[in-house]
């Protein structure tokens, strides 16, 4: 009998033995679905250092940001390990560039298309499991992002330990140095999305749940309660949706002024933060 082999089975065979996506698949298969049998038939192939090491945290390692030469598009790359020792390492950085020079140029749509991309005669995902063998932690590609936009900015944050992409909607040399200034409120202030129509449903909800009980404690009547929350709500756009957020280098005006400021139709359509751990 077939068993179907999903892509969430294959990623999670890959969490718990660092294995390569395809070497993964293939395992799984093999086993008709067992993970016990998939990780022993991975062990068999020379793979003990990634199954050995799977339980490990892998909280350290570099976030690469690289945008195109135009810039209209931009890729983040994390590369995860144990250690800060091998974080900063000559090679384990320069693994992590090569990576994402080969995003930026494959543009794949997910990390599992990354992984499949060739380095050199071998799959991406299959190198990574041969930098495993050789540095001896757990190292796993933990994170891709890409960007397409009028222009995108990249700020890398705190010596490669975050990376920030910014796509504004106009594209200027007078406009990059404003996207990345942009870029590290994002790395500072963490916005949830960019302007208050971008959150979702589920957390305005929480908002204002979290919002009435507040009040409640507070002994404030029944009937004011949703009035309060929805006043709290607004607060919580202001101070988690990007453009509504105090600017960082100069807090009398907010993102969506400063941007303004050179020119008016100039505006953030997308962000994407990626940090370590």
Not at 116 to 133: A, N, P, Y
Not at 148 to 163: D, F, R
Not at 165 to 192: C, E, H, T, W
């Amino acid at each position: 009998m077939s068993v179907n082999i999903t892509a969430a089975d294959v990623k999670k065979l890959r969490e718990m033995t660092g294995a390569g996506m395809m070497d993964c698949k293939k395992a799984l298969s093999e086993a008709e679905g067992d993970f016990e049998k998939a990780i022993e038939l991975l062990r068999k192939q020379g793979q003990k250092v990634s199954a050995k090491r799977a339980d490990r945290e892998a909280n350290e390692g570099v976030v690469i940001a690289e945008v195109s030469d135009d810039n209209k598009r931009g890729v983040i790359v994390k590369l995860s390990c144990e250690t800060d020792f091998v974080g900063k390492g000559e090679d384990f950085v320069g693994f992590a560039q090569k990576a994402a020079s080969l995003a930026l140029k494959h543009f794949p749509n997910s990390l599992e298309e990354l992984l499949k991309i060739d380095m050199d005669g071998l799959s991406l995902g299959d190198r990574v499991t041969e930098l495993v063998g050789k540095i001896n932690e757990k190292i796993e590609l933990a994170a891709y992002e890409k960007m397409e936009a009028a222009m995108v900015c990249p700020y890398i944050h705190m010596g490669n330990k975050a990376a920030v992409l910014i796509g504004l909607n106009k594209a200027s040399d007078d406009f990059y140095d404003a996207g990345r200034d942009v870029a590290m409120q994002v790395a500072a202030m963490k916005p949830v999305a960019v302007d208050k129509d971008g959150v979702d449903a589920r957390t305005i909800e929480k908002e204002i749940e979290i919002g009435k009980e507040q009040a409640r404690q507070e002994g404030k009547p029944e009937q004011i309660l949703e009035k309060i929350a929805q006043g709290k709500l607004q607060k919580f756009f202001k101070d988690s949706t990007l453009l509504n957020q105090q600017f960082v280098k100069d807090n009398k005006q907010s993102v969506r002024d400063y941007l303004q400021s050179f020119d008016k139709e100039l505006t953030v359509v997308a962000f994407e933060h990626v940090t370590l751990g």
